[in-house]
Nanobody
Framework: QVQLVESGGGLVQAGGSLRLSCAAS????????MGWFRQAPGKEREFVAA????????TYADDVKGRFTISRDNAKNTQYLRMNSLKPEDTAVYYC?????????WGQGTQVIVSS
């Protein structure tokens, strides 16, 4: 089992920034590829960004490219999502995901609200 705890969400004005964190425990963090997903009210959960287990490969959804940066610190068992130039459409619950082969774990989510 992997336990994931997100933090760093909150209310921010459009154009502002937030940094989300996801602290992992329970298994060897560096084995897992990590990612961020989000779910807006009335919508399905969608992919935001992912990072390889070593941190050398990242991918982003098109609508966050250039604004969001995913990173990880394997020594701290933590991944991050730096979000800049936030837009009201970024409002959602953001979820941390850990993946290794067929194993996939989710955190409880952290709310991000971007006011216009």
């Amino acid at each position: 089992q992997v336990q994931l705890v997100e933090s760093g969400g909150g209310l921010v004005q459009a154009g502002g920034s937030l940094r989300l964190s996801c602290a992992a425990s329970g298994r060897t963090f560096s084995n897992y590829a990590m990612g961020w997903f989000r779910q807006a009210p009335g919508k399905e959960r969608e992919f935001v960004a992912a990072i390889s287990n070593a941190g050398d490969t990242t991918t982003y959804a098109d609508d966050v490219k250039g604004r969001f940066t995913i990173s990880r610190d394997n020594a701290k068992n933590t991944q991050y999502l730096r979000m800049n130039s936030l837009k009201p459409e970024d409002t959602a619950v953001y979820y941390c995901n850990a993946r290794w082969g067929p194993q996939s774990y989710w955190g409880q989510g952290t709310q991000v609200i971007v006011s216009s």
